[in-house]
């Protein structure tokens, strides 16, 4: 198996944005809409308020009578005072959930003169039960010094307690506390461990509190977080454009999601900015519109998320609602970078190797390479790979590069597999293994990259690892011509024209020969002589117009790996 190893490929971008999860720091959790309910304000936009509509019954279960006073205090007849006496008579009985319903109330002065002090403390006792988002909550007002002395490791605290119960918006939040250093220790693998971990978890169900009957995101959940909305709160404002966008307790409704993240972007909401800009740059919800995404993505940049710096990045490069601007891309390149964000060291390490808009310094690159790999970012593991093949920036190692293909191979990286591929075939830092070759020849075949489809063809023709087999051969073949392979291209063509693992056609020979050709592949003009000869005019231009009608397929994964 004869094949060259590929050279530096540029990372994919630009990376997706992370779904929208509630960021501490402007206000309270949604369950302070709670509260906001309690005083009859208006609720899912569209819908009348309980004041001029009649709300339907609620069907409930046998309750505890500590859990029966809650839910009286959400009838529509019932007045503040009583609504302040249930839930306070429940909060004194240890009920958490009425705990963190007495506290909204304190903290919206609904039925009781606004004490965040005293709110404070009723979400504490809830907090304490194990309540996941009374200790959201909780977070939020340490960190904002909001009703308890200001205090950033308090609120990572309750952040950690509220994440190992799988609450995605505690979970994004801790996250970002890692990534800023709020609280805890800056650490860039943490903050991707719980990033991760938030979009992975969005909807888990809060865990029972000894015995009783916690509420879950669902029923009413709705209606809480659009009173919150309603009423400005801008994590509930992100939080309900959120649950339009996937459609998760009302109809899914891009636009609704759209106007919603407007708003909360407005008031300074991080990741509403960053979807914002993903709305307008791709027309989702809204009119497209490059020049107001960029506008969105600036204001998340600016307040340090590195995802958004490393876009804005690529944004000045494309001139994408910006002027093209080379040193304004590279400056917010290295600010992601800097904030030890693996896509941008990656590119950044790209920049050094090539030369774009720095000096060349390929010992720079490679370092650049290493930061990104070693938080096993795949494309840098890729290039680090490659660097240490062709020994461009650091000494050559077939042996440090069979591992760096092996590591981004292991995530999925078609590049690496087909590279790792190589290294097996040719016994190049790993003992010569062709079934080893073959396995990963495949993974990057299935995956639609043409090389290696290429390859396995020729590996089916010649039974070069495993067992002969001429149909799998043209099968791979024509995997690889139709994504623009030209020695797949010509392969095709030779097939055609023997018959070979396919009925004889000289009119698909002469097409695939010709395209072939095209492509650099000059033998193909000889072997396409003694076909045409076989053929009447009429055939030959059939033929040709096939030829140059064709255009290679780009798939959706090969434009996710940012392939050209």
Not at 290 to 300: D, I, P, T, V
Request: hydrophobic share 40%.
């Amino acid at each position: 198996m004869k094949t060259l190893l590929r050279k530096i490929e540029t990372p994919a971008c630009p990376v997706q944005p992370r779904k929208a999860a509630t960021c501490l720091g402007k206000t309270v959790p949604a369950l302070l809409a709670l509260g906001i309910a309690m005083a009859g304000c208006s609720l899912v936009p569209g819908r009348k308020s309980p004041a001029t509509a009649t709300p339907p019954p609620v069907k409930v279960k046998a309750q505890k009578p500590s859990q029966e006073k809650p839910r009286k205090a959400m009838e529509a007849n019932a007045g503040p005072a009583q609504r302040l006496k249930w839930a306070r008579s429940a909060a004194k009985e240890g009920y958490a959930p009425a705990q963190v319903w007495l506290g909204a109330m304190y903290y919206g002065g609904q039925g009781v003169s606004k004490d965040a002090a005293e709110a404070s403390v009723w979400f504490r006792k809830a907090a304490e039960k194990g309540f996941a988002p009374a200790q959201f909550i909780l977070a939020g007002m340490c960190q904002g010094g909001d009703g308890v002395a200001k205090d950033a490791t308090e609120a990572a605290r309750w952040l950690r307690k509220a994440s190992e119960q799988g609450d995605a918006s505690a979970q994004w939040n801790l996250g970002w506390a890692y990534e800023k250093g709020l609280g805890v220790d800056r650490n860039a693998a943490q903050a991707a461990v719980w990033y991760h971990k938030a979009s992975a978890d969005t909807g888990s169900a809060a865990p029972a509190l000894q015995g009783q009957a916690v509420p879950k995101q669902g029923a009413g959940a709705d209606e809480c977080v659009a009173a919150a909305a309603q009423a400005g709160l801008s994590f509930a404002q992100c939080k309900l454009a959120d649950m339009y966008e996937r459609g998760d307790g009302v109809p899914r409704d891009p636009a609704e999601a759209a106007k919603w993240h407007e708003k909360a972007a407005a008031q300074g909401v991080v990741e509403s900015q960053f979807k914002l800009w993903n709305c307008y740059a791709s027309g989702e919800g809204v009119p497209k519109d490059a020049g107001e995404a960029a506008k969105w993505l600036a204001r998340a940049a600016d307040q340090g998320l590195a995802h958004a710096q490393y876009n804005l990045s690529m944004v000045y490069t494309r001139g994408e609602g910006l002027p093209q601007n080379a040193q304004e891309a590279l400056s917010w390149l290295r600010r992601a970078a800097d904030q030890e964000f693996p896509a941008a060291q990656s590119k950044l390490g790209l920049r050094y190797m090539t030369g774009q808009g720095v000096m060349e310094d390929p010992a720079e690159g490679v370092k650049w390479f290493r930061k990104a790999a070693d938080k096993d970012y795949p494309r840098a593991q890729y290039n680090l790979a490659v660097s240490y093949a062709t020994g461009r920036g650091v000494g050559k190692d077939v042996v440090e590069a069979a591992k760096w293909f092996r590591k981004a191979a292991e995530q999925g990286d078609p590049n690496a597999q087909y590279n790792l591929a190589v290294s097996y075939a040719n016994g190049n830092g790993v003992p010569k293994d062709l079934a080893a070759a073959v396995e990963w020849l495949r993974k990057a075949a299935d995956q639609g990259d043409p090389s290696a489809q290429y390859s396995l063809g020729m590996v089916y023709s010649t039974g070069d690892g495993v067992a002969k087999d001429v149909a799998q051969a043209v099968k791979w073949f024509r995997k690889a011509a139709d994504r623009g392979d030209a020695r797949a291209q010509y392969q095709l063509g030779l097939s055609y024209g023997s018959g070979e693992g396919v009925p004889k056609d000289n009119i698909e020979a002469y097409m695939w020969l010709s395209v072939a050709a095209s492509g650099g592949q000059g033998e193909a003009l000889l072997k396409r002589y003694p076909i045409s000869r076989e053929m009447t005019p009429e055939q030959v231009t059939a033929a040709r117009r096939l030829a140059e009608s064709f255009t290679p397929r780009r798939d959706a994964s090969a434009a996710a790996r940012g392939e050209n």
